[in-house]
């Protein structure tokens, strides 16, 4: 099993930044594939980003790409997700998964965070 838990999210005026962690317990972290994706009310949850369990390869959403960028540090364990530029459709439920392969499919992820509010106004 694989616990993450997720954390920097709030509130943000459009244009503002953002840093959202994940913490990882209970694998070896290094691994995994790390994703963040992200759910708005009444929508499915959509990939935003990756990077594989080096950190040697990245790979974006469209919609966020030049805006968002995801790292790792493999010895504390975590995931990040940088947002600048935030946008109010941007808003959403931002969650940070593990997968076993390569991957920007959902359902393709073992182990989800419990998810983390992001909300910007504008």
């Known amino acids: 099993q694989m616990q993450l838990v997720e954390s920097g999210g709030g509130l943000v005026q459009a244009g503002g930044s953002l840093r959202l962690s994940c913490a990882a317990s209970g694998r070896t972290f290094s691994s995994y594939v790390m994703g963040w994706f992200r759910q708005a009310p009444g929508k499915e949850r959509k990939f935003v980003a990756s990077?594989?369990?080096?950190?040697?390869?990245?790979y974006y959403a469209d919609s966020v790409k030049g805006r968002f960028t995801i790292s790792r540090d493999n010895a504390k364990n975590t995931v990040s997700l940088q947002m600048y530029s935030l946008k109010p459709e941007d808003t959403a439920v931002y969650y940070c998964?593990?997968?076993?392969?390569?991957?920007?499919?959902?359902?393709?992820?073992?182990?989800w965070g419990q998810g983390t509010q992001v909300t910007v106004s504008s």
């Open positions: 990077i594989t369990g080096s950190g040697g390869n990245t």
């Open positions: 998964a593990a997968s076993s392969y390569w991957t920007q499919v959902a359902g393709s992820y073992d182990y």
